[in-house]
């Protein structure tokens, strides 16, 4: 069993080290209190090829594996949580969900210019009434000749107002005998008559971000935009959230070494009781526990990226690297904050931030109850995952790298 | 001949660095300690006033290369001849400037010895010179030493020795000599002046602003700049005429950190730091400047330092004489009417 | 244009570096490539991007070094060359540019070699103009800007930075240049640049290799690394009720200090 990070893995985690650090790390204060998103990083982060770090170049992507999709994830997060977030909505929920479910002509639509960045992407599953139980989601798609017409509401959405496309489920069969089987995903144009987005404002965390609602009104969509079939629309939206799990898991993983790294170098210069506080056990036992939490979270999401490489189902794992990272993200933060003392409390330094930004991850995305539920259906047996129509493909260097 | 200690003399736009008078006087203190003498080496075009300066610093000889190929410093020329004429030496000293550290490296490949740049104290070991010189950014020292190989070549820190007395009644000689020309390959154009104003690395007082000089959140930008990055380098003008101001009124330079200078505040040749300029003033006063281990790189061996930062938990206060924890937008310009009025500005 | 561009292995300059019985050591701290010669390898593919042709990092280390070489070759650069050498560990400056000299003449038909201004852990700043002189190659050193290059007309013209500001000179090619920061901006490796460079195959080379049956004597030894003396400075800090009273006890304190 092989450890260690290729020679690949680990340019690819500096690089995007580098890019967050000198880019974004310098302002993300000054975005955070404005409460807006800076308007020069989905477009770096596009002209890099991160958006597109982990789709086949044959389709506008950089070739890597998921696990370089995870590493750039810890890093971004590392700085900025909004930075994940990106990564999370534009490459995990439009990006690899299209990648997994979308035909070809699909993947030449929208694949190639989400992984170019010319467009960016976002996912539209959560509403005002229905966020953990999506069969119960009110939105609406009626066939009419070679289109639906949709029509709902969808809330808490990142990049709604910045995004090009969105990929929004909706109930398509209204007296489908099983409601999760009267859903089905399309790719929305955002920019089509009928579709109206708004920014919320006043969340706890990932300020510096953009987090909105999507109102859609009689809005036409192709039939040729449908993700998968007519009623498969459940089974897209969990392939599409073990896609975006999976970023979260990573990116927690970050905030938790961010965490460690800002209070081990504030206990090694604050003094008090005539040395500095980095010799005293209780600062210890936090700093301990930081360092046990980032390498469990680590290992964590490592293995779940490898077996998304194998093309072997992981939702069991992704989902406990999920809830695993977020709890600890928070406690991390929690602690570096103790660790900070009154400084700590002050947005002079970033570990408040990373609180806040923590806070949100073990809410969204699938929350941490219901990735308990999860778990706990796979480890009693009451769970069997069947084969999927649509798998995600396996990695594979040669053919993923091919012009 | 005896006078074996070689001291080389810079100069630019006929002015002698200050530092070159340094290489002199540890010249002269080699040579006593050695029983030998001080061969001054003045290369140039109409310098023969230099030459003469260089026996009241302390030279007893003066070698005189004085030729029109001269006029500019070019390195190929200026080797060719230094070469010729330090083979006979002992030991050559040279202060450590823009052109002297690359001149004594090409002189060290042409007699096939050792040369140790930046050397901040030395001590002598029989007939060798063991030379302290920084590595890591100053984090660490070493002792270097060309046991067998002649002549020893060293370059020294600006202001790390003390600067000699001119004595206008000393006596040497002043040879002229002729210069090595070779086939010459480059050609200098012109010059552009430097964008600091007094030299940072020879300054004996320096007055630096870091990031923090450039948020004053009191001020607010005329309604003409929009763009939000205009507004900060707006910000950040009126910040270092702050800095600027106490700098004139201690008849300072000005420097920056590395900070202000990749936010685009600042000229990259004000740097003060690893990556930048490396000082060593009597005074360094650091204005909003943190303290990060790059920048104190830079002026770390400064003889006081004062800090004038809001975060009195700032690193930089460790290495502070003095320091002000407050609003520097009040208390720089407070300090400048202060010293204007005690020094009767 | 056929362009050589040095670089070095260094360790981070944020790292807390430390001795123990002459031997450094950095923690965990990683190595990176010499900040400098990131500038350096820039502008050699900026020059090729211009006027085409290959660009190859080349330095001289032990084999961890081949970590900033892949780091080179990700940036854009063609190819890379270790030379690695156990007779070359006690390797002055002498030594070290002829051996690179020698390795720029094995390479052959160079136009233009560049380096950064020097490393970020020796810094002596001499490598570029030594190797200069062993080739008999002019050397421009402290480049600030590349203001004219002229392959055929085998000419190059640069704005060198000095203390008393900016000289201009010309040069003939081949040449040895030497860089500072701001020439650049040093881009981020490309996600292509790095999958060629982990495939890449890096010729590792001997003294034997370069031509040197025998490695010269370095006239330089260091016979001790040391930690500077922890300079214990009491900060003491100037207070009051105004601005005004804050300046002017700093003021007088300065003044009965003699700094002013």
New interface residues.
């Given amino acids: 069993m092989d450890f260690s990070l290729?020679?690949?893995h680990e340019?690819?985690q500096?690089?995007v080290r580098?890019?967050a650090q000198r880019e974004v790390a310098p302002t993300i204060k000054v975005w955070d209190r404005k409460q807006d998103m800076a308007p020069h990083i989905l477009p770096r982060m596009g002209k890099?090829?991160i958006l597109g770090?982990c789709f086949p170049v044959r389709y506008g992507g950089?070739?890597?594996d998921f696990v370089s999709l995870g590493l750039v994830c810890e890093e971004l997060e590392a700085v900025d949580t909004t930075l994940r977030v990106v990564m999370s909505v534009h490459t995990g929920l439009a990006g690899l969900t299209i990648l997994q479910w979308g035909t070809n002509e699909q993947k030449k639509r929208f694949l190639e210019p989400l992984a170019r960045g010319d467009l960016i992407g976002c996912g539209a599953f959560t509403e005002p009434g229905a966020g953990s139980d999506i069969s119960a989601i009110q939105a609406t798609g009626k066939r009419d000749g070679d289109q639906y017409i949709l029509n709902g509401e969808k809330m808490w959405i990142s990049l709604a107002t910045k995004a090009d496309i969105a990929i929004v489920t909706v109930r398509t069969i209204p007296d489908a005998a099983k409601p999760s089987r009267s859903l089905s995903t399309f790719v929305v144009d955002l920019h089509s008559p009928g579709v109206t987005t708004g920014d919320i404002h006043g969340k706890l965390g990932v300020r510096a971000g953009s987090t909105g609602w999507i109102s859609l009104q009689d809005v036409r969509v192709p039939v040729e935009n449908r993700i998968g079939e007519q009623g498969e629309g459940f089974k897209v939206t969990m392939s599409a959230l073990d896609s975006g799990r999976y970023t979260v898991a990573a990116g927690a993983t970050g905030l938790i070494r961010a965490s460690l790294k800002a209070s081990v170098d504030y206990a090694n210069e604050r003094r008090a009781f005539g040395e500095p506080i980095a010799k005293h056990q209780l600062i210890q036992a936090k700093i301990a526990r930081m360092a046990q939490d980032y390498e469990i979270a680590r290992l964590l999401y490592l293995k779940a990226g490898w077996l998304k490489n194998q093309g072997v189902r992981n939702t069991r794992e992704t989902s406990m690297a999920k809830r695993f990272a977020t709890a600890a993200s928070f406690t991390a933060a929690s602690e570096a904050i103790q660790v900070h003392g009154a400084y700590g409390y002050s947005d002079e330094y970033d570990v408040e931030r990373f609180m806040r930004n923590a806070r949100g991850a073990l809410i969204y995305e699938g929350s941490n109850e219901i990735q308990i539920l999860i778990q706990a259906d796979y480890a009693l047996g009451h769970r069997r995952d069947k084969p999927l129509r649509c798998e995600m493909p396996v990695y594979d260097p040669i053919d993923w790298?091919e012009a | 001949m005896a006078n074996k200690i070689f001291a080389y003399i810079d100069h630019?736009?006929g002015q002698v660095?200050p530092a070159s008078w340094e290489a002199v006087g540890v010249a002269r203190s080699l040579a006593d300690q050695l029983g030998s003498g001080v061969t001054a080496v003045v290369l140039g075009h109409e310098v023969e006033g230099i030459a003469n300066q260089s026996i009241e610093y302390g030279a007893d000889q003066v070698l005189l290369g004085d030729d029109p190929e001269l006029k500019?410093?070019?390195?190929?020329l200026f080797?060719g001849t230094l070469s010729h004429l330090a083979a006979e030496a002992e030991v050559l000293i040279l202060p450590t400037?823009?052109?002297t550290?690359?001149l004594?490296?090409?002189v060290?490949?042409?007699l096939?010895?050792?040369?140790?740049?930046?050397v901040i104290s030395f001590e002598i070991d029989g007939d060798a010179i063991?030379a302290t010189r920084?590595?890591?950014?100053?984090?660490?020292?070493?002792?270097?030493?060309?046991?067998?190989?002649r002549p020893q070549i060293i370059t020294l820190r600006t202001r790390a020795f003390p600067k000699p007395e001119p004595e206008s009644d000393r006596s040497g000689e002043v040879v002229r000599v002729e210069v090595v020309i070779g086939e010459v390959?480059?050609?200098?154009?012109?010059?552009?002046?430097?964008?600091a104003g007094v030299?940072l690395?020879?300054a004996a007082?320096i007055v630096s602003g870091g990031r923090g000089v450039s948020n004053n959140p009191k001020l607010t930008p005329p309604n003409e700049i929009t763009d939000e990055k205009e507004q900060e380098i707006w910000r950040a003008q009126q910040g270092f005429a702050l800095v600027r101001d106490l700098a004139e009124t201690?008849g300072a330079a000005m420097g920056a950190s590395r900070a202000a200078v990749d936010a685009g505040y600042i000229p990259?040749?004000l740097q003060v730091g690893?990556?930048?300029k490396v000082v060593s003033p009597?005074?360094y006063v650091a204005c909003g400047i943190s303290g990060a281990?790059?920048h104190l790189a830079g002026m770390r061996t400064s003889?006081?330092?004062?800090?004038i930062n809001r975060d009195?938990e700032a690193p930089i206060?460790?290495?502070?004489?003095?320091?002000?924890?407050?609003?520097l937008f009040?208390?720089v310009p407070?300090?400048t009417?202060?010293?204007k009025?005690?020094?009767g500005k | 244009m056929n362009i050589v561009v040095c670089v070095k292995q260094t360790?981070d300059?944020?790292a807390?570096?430390?001795?123990e019985d002459g031997v450094?050591s950095w923690g965990d701290s990683p190595l990176v490539l010499n900040?400098?010669d990131e500038y350096a390898v820039e502008e050699a593919l900026r020059i090729r991007e211009a006027h085409s042709g290959q660009v190859t990092a080349l330095s001289l280390g032990p084999e961890a070094a081949m970590?900033a070489l892949?780091?080179a070759l990700?940036m854009g650069c063609e190819q890379a060359i270790l030379i690695n050498d156990p007779a070359l560990e006690d390797a002055?400056?002498?030594v070290v540019?002829k051996v690179l000299a020698a390795a720029i003449k094995k390479i052959g038909e160079v136009d233009l070699v560049l380096f950064g201004r020097g490393s970020?852990?020796?810094?002596?700043?001499?490598t570029?103009?030594?190797v200069?002189?062993?080739l008999n190659w002019?050397?421009?050193?402290?480049v600030a800007d590349i203001t004219s290059l002229d392959p055929e007309g085998r000419t190059i013209?640069v704005?060198?930075?000095?203390?008393?500001?900016?000289?201009?000179?010309?040069?003939?090619l081949p040449a040895v240049v030497s860089v500072?920061?701001?020439i650049n901006e040093p881009r981020?490796?490309?996600?292509?640049g790095?999958?060629k460079?982990?495939r890449a195959e890096m010729p590792i080379w001997s003294t034997a290799d370069i031509g040197l049956d025998e490695v010269?004597t370095?006239?330089?030894?260091?016979?001790?690394?040391?930690?500077?003396l922890k300079v214990e400075?009491?900060?003491?800090?100037?207070e009051g009720e105004t601005?005004?009273e804050?300046?002017?006890r700093?003021?007088?304190?300065?003044?009965e200090?003699k700094?002013?």
């Fill in positions: 290729t020679a690949e340019m690819v500096k690089m580098d890019f890099l090829g770090v950089q070739g890597m790298q | 630019f736009g660095l500019d410093y070019r390195p190929e080797a400037t823009s052109r550290r690359e004594a490296g090409m060290a490949v042409d096939e010895t050792g040369m140790a740049p930046d063991l920084p590595i890591y950014a100053g984090k660490l020292l070493t002792k270097v030493v060309c046991r067998e190989k390959v480059t050609e200098v154009t012109g010059y552009k002046p430097s964008e030299s690395t020879d007082i201690l990259y040749a690893q990556t930048g009597d005074l281990i790059q003889k006081m330092i004062v800090a009195s206060f460790k290495l502070a004489r003095f320091g002000v924890a407050g609003d009040d208390i407070a300090l009417r202060a010293l009025e005690r020094l | 360790p300059t944020a807390t570096v430390s001795v450094v900040p400098w970590e892949k780091l990700a002055d400056p002498l540019s970020v852990d020796n810094d002596t700043g001499i570029g103009p030594q200069a002189r062993r002019p050397v421009l050193s402290l013209a704005e060198r930075m000095i203390d008393e500001g900016r000289q201009l000179v010309r040069g003939s500072v920061k701001g981020y490796p490309s996600f292509m790095i999958r460079a982990s010269p370095p006239a330089m030894t260091w016979p001790e690394i040391f930690a500077p400075t009491e900060c003491e800090m100037i601005p005004e804050v300046a002017a700093l003021a007088d304190r300065l003044i200090e700094v002013i």
